[in-house]
């Protein structure tokens, strides 16, 4: 019992009704406050009235009553008590009773000797005072009245103080959510990385859920959609969720997700505590409680958000859904702009490759070299710990660092001997070419330079500006290297593939006078053999290529 009054008054703001009982204390009349269930939730008075033997009466009688709404007075052998109903939010949820036995009307020795002196009926004027008294039967239910009205008062003012702190709070979560909102849209970029984004996202939802774990379930692409079972996960928080757990909340989600896809009306996958459960699925420890909303777009599920264990408070509510659900549709259009962009970039990217391989394949020992620059300068720019977007930008200046060759003749370009000094002077334009194609593209202005500078050497010999040392663009001296390695690597019509032993002292002795030394070093260090291999695959398709265009050639 003593637990079970433990829990009602955790759930129950009685502070009116103890506030009525010291009232009632300084005026030297007992009470008790009992729940419907007959649990006492206050201490017993100090005086003799005999609660115990009462109780039994009273929560066999007067709740009866109580829920019926009425408010009334019980005799109980020659004891008054007073028991009156407790509401909250129009439900009894509780009854205040109170002995008002020590305000009943006591005749005094004083009174008879006046009476006796006055020869007047000394009981008949005890029965005249005790009927005015405030225990007389006409002012007792006033009393009873009169507290219930306090009471209610009581409550009132209780409930509209909870009313205020819960506007308060509504209001309070409307401004986090709208400033996450902010937040995120403000942070959202197309080139970023979801795996990038998705960690600071996380911690900034988790803080303002109150959560002690947030994750983020998304698919990378529809082709990971449709092979694997699991897609990729963020997670971040307090408590520590191992394989199993996460793959429990994505099969629940997964399993429970409804979307509309005519207006991508999104409902909460579910919302399970230890007090309440959507469903009968049994969460495995430490996970208490529970909200996961799927992140949707055009009717297909691209992931989830979930929250893991409120803090402070025993469950997620429908305001900590709806600001997951706000999220969520921007989540949802962020993965689907990042999906599109990639999109875009395979497509430019690969007609970027098809423009290059063309040029490329009118020499079958060149057949492939642009794509193989490109490798080896991203390569070379990873290991430097460059950021993703000059990594990209390099790659893509490898890619199109001689398109301007598509200016040169192909009888310069296919000599099988020596070049003379004419010839020389007309292939040493390619770079200005290359940059004159590319400079009507804005966004191709940082890859222009691969085209424009490839040719600079370190000691300020190369051309077409002579540039030296660090005056040269970073993608230039970069390109310049991986230009170079390729072109070793590879066959010509003038000498075989170099042995990978000999390419490494070349580099070495041209450290500081064809290349920037600082980068020579950083290429050195990388496991070469390993890039071979790599491109190893680049040079088998470039030759089916140029193959194909030798024959296509001799039928011409």
């Known amino acids: 019992m003593a637990n079970s009054s433990a829990t009602i008054k955790d759930r129950l703001d009685l502070s009116g009704c ?3 009982q010291e009232l009632f204390g300084s005026m030297q009349l007992a009470s008790a406050l009992y729940s419907v269930q007959g649990h006492c939730l206050s201490e017993f008075s100090t005086n003799d ?4 033997d009462y109780i039994k009466e009273i929560t066999e009688f007067h709740f009866d009553l109580a829920e019926q709404g009425f408010i009334f007075r019980l005799q109980l052998a020659d004891d008054h008590c007073i028991v009156v109903p407790v509401y909250n939010r129009n439900n009894v949820v509780a009854c205040l009773v109170f002995d008002i036995d020590p305000l009943k009307y006591q005749p005094s020795e004083e009174l008879h000797r006046i009476c006796d002196k006055l020869q007047i009926d000394s009981q008949y004027i005890s029965n005249i005072v005790a009927n005015q008294s405030i225990s007389a039967a006409k002012t007792l239910p ?4 009169l507290t219930d009205k306090i009471i209610q008062q009581k409550y009132y003012a209780i409930e509209q103080q909870q009313a205020v702190e819960q506007l308060s709070y509504s209001l309070a979560q409307s401004y ?3 400033s996450l909102l902010h937040n995120i849209t403000e942070k959202m970029r197309l080139t970023q990385k979801p795996q990038d984004f998705f960690p600071e996202l996380g911690r900034e939802i988790r803080e303002v859920l109150n959560a002690e774990a947030l994750i983020i379930f998304w698919w990378q692409s529809e082709n990971q959609q449709q092979q694997q079972y699991m897609p990729m996960v963020t997670y971040t928080g307090q408590i520590e969720l191992q394989l199993q757990h996460l793959e429990a909340i994505w099969s629940q989600t997964e399993a429970l997700s409804t979307v ?5 009306l999104v409902q909460v996958a579910f919302m399970d505590s230890e007090l309440s459960s959507t469903n009968d699925f049994t969460w495995p420890d430490p996970i208490r409680n529970i909200v996961s909303v799927p992140i949707c777009r055009d009717g297909r599920v691209l992931g989830a958000l979930v929250a893991v264990n409120k803090i402070e408070r025993d469950d997620f509510n429908s305001i900590d ?3 997951l659900v706000s999220v969520g549709s921007e989540i949802a259009v962020f993965l689907e702009n990042v999906r599109l962009y990639a999109d875009m970039q395979d497509l430019m990217i690969g007609t970027l490759k098809a423009l290059t391989s063309s040029i490329d394949a009118k020499d079958r020992y060149t057949c492939g ?7 080896i300068a991203r390569h070379l720019a990873k290991k430097i710990n460059l950021d993703d977007d000059t990594i990209s930008n390099i790659y893509l200046g490898g890619l199109l660092h001689d398109v301007g060759k598509i200016g040169v003749s192909e009888a310069v370009l296919l000599k099988p001997g020596k070049l003379n000094d004419e010839e020389f002077l007309e292939i040493k334009k390619h770079p200005e070419i290359g940059t004159k194609i590319l400079s009507g593209i804005k966004q191709m202005e940082h890859v222009s330079q691969a085209a424009s500078f490839h040719h600079e050497r370190y000691d300020g010999k190369g051309y077409p500006q002579g540039l030296s040392g660090k005056d040269i663009p970073l993608v230039g001296r970069i390109v310049m290297i991986a230009d170079s390695f390729d072109a ?3 066959d010509r019509v003038y000498r075989k593939a170099m042995p990978l032993s000999v390419i490494k002292a070349d580099i070495r002795r041209f450290s500081g006078t064809q290349f920037d030394p600082e980068l020579a070093e950083v290429f050195l260090s990388c496991d070469l053999q390993a890039l071979l291999d790599e491109l190893e695959a680049v040079k088998e398709d470039s030759s089916s290529l140029a193959m194909h265009r030798v024959y296509q050639h001799k039928l011409d």
Request: aromatic share 10%; proline share 3%.
């Open 18 to 20: 103890f506030e009525l």
């Open 49 to 52: 009235f005999r609660w115990p």
């Open 142 to 145: 006033l009393l009873a009245v």
């Open 176 to 178: 986090e959510e709208l």
């Open 260 to 264: 509309d896809s005519s207006d991508d």
């Open 321 to 323: 859904s709806k600001l």
């Open 369 to 375: 070299h642009s794509e193989r620059v490109a490798i």
């Open 488 to 490: 070793m690597t590879s």
